[in-house]
């Protein structure tokens, strides 16, 4: 597995349980780590990114899977399997690749976003829509989607300001807006203010501030995949605009034999708990292949006639009651 999160982990979790051999390489850069906590997942409601991770962790160790620091530099096949070398210059070879490496968030170069991403600058409303539900929403154009998430969290506030920054809006766009009472302000976004630890406003070009107590922001969404053009697997454009992603079939299997995908990296909407599932799913598709790699291998082993079990039969017919002790 290269990637750590819900869905490398939980593939792992899959495949341990099936008595198979794992190894989880985690370059410890999950996406979730500036949120308090992690939502939307049954059960787990509001735990921390890191906790969940840890927990996964402990569960996949606990049925002999190992879980390794690292970041994979290239992958390569080598007859059977592939090598998968690590930037420390260890190397760990594999029969079959489950990649969840997720995706990066690449945030507009605005002042003050980076800073209070994760806490008040969002990007998903039922990640965070709840905990600032009511208050005074600024939603930034910053791509093809950024109408649809100011729609979107209209559904937690009725405050509800859409920056137009550097994208002019569609006719359609504008009366979708206007009919849903979202106010929108023309003009470059300068900066993102706070204070006390807190978002405060939308400083534009002009120095107006529009006072805002959180910011969604749609970020294009990056892929970390790099390690597998030797492969031949490379991200492609998304038809949503949204950002890069691999492509695979419902099961997470890509063109690339023995090659399994799960999670952001073929989901760019999926949330921890869909993330995970396809994890799941992922790894056991990835069982049932061995298994039936481990059949095929055994008829053809069995179909052999000097296979031992085929000599045990002659013998038997042969030697009848007189084969003890040969």
Request: glycine share 12%; with cysteine.
């Amino acid at each position: 597995m290269v990637g750590g999160g819900a869905a490398g982990l939980n593939g792992a979790l899959m495949l341990a349980r099936a008595r198979r051999s794992v190894v989880v390489i985690d370059a410890g850069s999950p996406r979730n780590a500036p949120a308090s906590g992690v939502h939307g997942l049954l059960g787990r409601e509001g735990m921390p990114p890191a906790e969940l991770l840890a927990r996964g962790r402990a569960e996949v160790r606990e049925y002999g899977g190992h879980v390794v620091s690292g970041e994979v530099r290239d992958v390569t096949r080598e007859g059977e399997e592939f090598a998968v070398a690590l930037a420390d210059g260890r190397t760990v070879r594999a029969r079959r690749l489950l990649v969840a490496t997720g995706v990066v968030d690449d945030l507009p170069e605005i002042p003050g976003v980076q800073e209070r991403w994760g806490k008040d600058v969002l990007h998903c409303p039922y990640c965070h829509g709840w905990e600032v539900r009511d208050q005074a929403i600024g939603v930034l154009a910053t791509g093809p989607m950024s109408v649809h998430l100011a729609l979107m969290f209209r559904q937690w506030s009725p405050d509800i300001t859409y920056f137009a920054h550097t994208r002019p809006l569609s006719p359609e766009d504008a009366e979708q807006l206007a009919a849903r009472e979202i106010r929108v302000v023309t003009g470059e976004v300068a900066a993102v203010e706070s204070a006390d630890d807190r978002l405060t406003g939308v400083r534009m070009a002009d120095g107006t501030v529009v006072a805002r107590a959180a910011l969604a922001v749609a970020p294009r969404m990056s892929v970390r995949a790099d390690f597998l053009a030797t492969l031949g697997l490379r991200a492609t454009d998304h038809p949503s605009g949204m950002g890069e992603y691999l492509p695979a079939d419902s099961t997470g299997r890509s063109d690339v034999p023995g090659v399994w995908i799960a999670g952001n990296v073929v989901d760019m909407a999926a949330q921890v708990g869909a993330a995970a599932a396809a994890g799941a799913g992922a790894g056991a598709q990835i069982n049932a292949d061995l298994i039936d790699e481990e059949t095929r291998l055994a008829v053809a082993a069995y179909r052999e006639p000097f296979a031992a079990t085929a000599e045990s039969e002659v013998c038997d017919l042969v030697a009848g009651e007189r084969r003890h002790g040969l």
